[in-house]
């Protein structure tokens, strides 16, 4: 199984087209499309100190922290901080970025009001430490919000992949290319069950994490397995639409 410097090390490599993807974003209209969705699932106090949980490019470190917000931002890859601290110094913001391991961070108990992440959650080897731990940093009544999707199931034989598959055509024949870094296909001719997702085989998400954040102390989880109308670009519901992104909240319990 990879390590988590290979990950990282990995993710410093795609940092660059990663970065491309979130200044086009921040370009357009969706950072305010996003602000609303995690301020309407946050706590009610203004500001929030809030932990931005493997922050890359620092896109929500950079909307909430213009949003008033007093941010952290931690991720493992050191190209991916690079990434978002010029993001900050351009928008005039100033969250705090630091190289750090999510599943071991360096916050006291109840540091945080609410602990966001997007796109992290599929790189993670062991869910149950790592949700207990942003937890741990969460203040009583705080929330945990994850935005992923089911990327590993295009690797996986059966109907998902054949739908991606066939949205990546349409959408070569459309735009020309995707979103990898190289211009390589991400689904046809690829290897099926990459080690990164074996951790998942199968299984369905949000339900997988629904499974794991059950065995840890919160006093309301819930989930919308669609989030992708207001919150990706066309191009992106074309190219991922069999694995839409949804959005699982977890409370941690007050007292």
């Known amino acids: 199984m990879l390590t988590q410097e290979q990950i990282n090390a990995d993710w410093t490599v795609r940092s660059d087209n990663y970065n491309n993807y979130v200044e086009e974003e921040l370009a357009t209209d969706r950072p ?92 993670i080897r062991e869910h149950l430490k790592v949700y207990g731990e942003w937890l741990r940093v969460l203040k009583p009544g705080g929330v945990l919000l994850i935005f992923d999707a089911n990327w590993h199931l295009p690797y996986q034989p059966g109907p998902v992949r054949e739908e991606a598959i066939r949205r990546e055509r349409e959408g070569l024949r459309k735009y020309g290319r995707g979103f990898t870094f190289d211009g390589s296909f991400e689904y046809i001719d690829s290897g099926l069950e990459p080690e990164n997702y074996r951790v998942f085989g199968k299984a369905q998400r949000p339900d997988f994490d629904m499974g794991v954040l059950r065995q840890l102390p919160c006093t309301d989880v819930s989930f919308d397995r669609d989030v992708t109308e207001e919150l990706w670009s066309e191009k992106e519901k074309l190219f991922y639409g069999a694995t839409p992104l949804y959005m699982l909240r977890a409370v941690k319990p007050e007292g």
């Open 32 to 123: 305010e499309k996003w602000l609303r969705i995690i301020e309407e699932n946050a706590p009610a106090a203004r500001p929030l100190r809030i932990l931005d949980a493997g922050c890359g490019p620092g896109f929500f470190s950079v909307l909430l922290s213009r949003a008033g917000h007093r941010v952290t931002g931690v991720d493992g890859s050191e190209g991916m901080l690079d990434h978002a601290r010029e993001n900050a110094a351009r928008f005039g913001v100033s969250p705090e970025l630091i190289r750090g391991d999510f599943g071991a961070l360096p916050f006291g108990d109840e540091t945080f009001d609410l602990v966001v992440s997007r796109n992290v959650t599929h790189i």
